[in-house]
């Protein structure tokens, strides 16, 4: 399940991590980065370059745009809104 930042934006970094069995610490060494740019890009507060998004990519066995897909599929961004 992809997280959304409070400025919307999405990613699956976290989920892709676990899946692999990486901590936010290996997974920051392997791709030369501290664990808090890993924390802040799993919560959608950092958004990585495209030479870091390619790293991540090959480690977490993934592709940037499955990691990083910011398509919003439910049109409302607040189901529980009342109109």
Do not use: C, K, W
């Not at 890993?38 to 950092?46: L, Q, R, S, T």
């Not at 495209?50 to 991540?56: D, F, I, N």
């Amino acid at each position: 399940m992809a997280r959304r930042s409070a400025e919307g934006r999405t990613n699956s970094v976290r989920t892709a991590r676990r899946a692999v069995e990486l901590t936010q610490a290996d997974l920051a060494e392997r791709v030369g980065v501290s664990r808090q740019t890993i924390v802040a890009v799993e919560a959608g507060d950092y958004a990585p370059s495209v030479y870091l998004a390619l790293e991540l990519a090959r480690h977490l066995e993934s592709t940037v745009e499955a990691l990083f897909d910011d398509t919003d599929t439910d049109p409302d961004p607040d189901p529980g809104r009342t109109t």
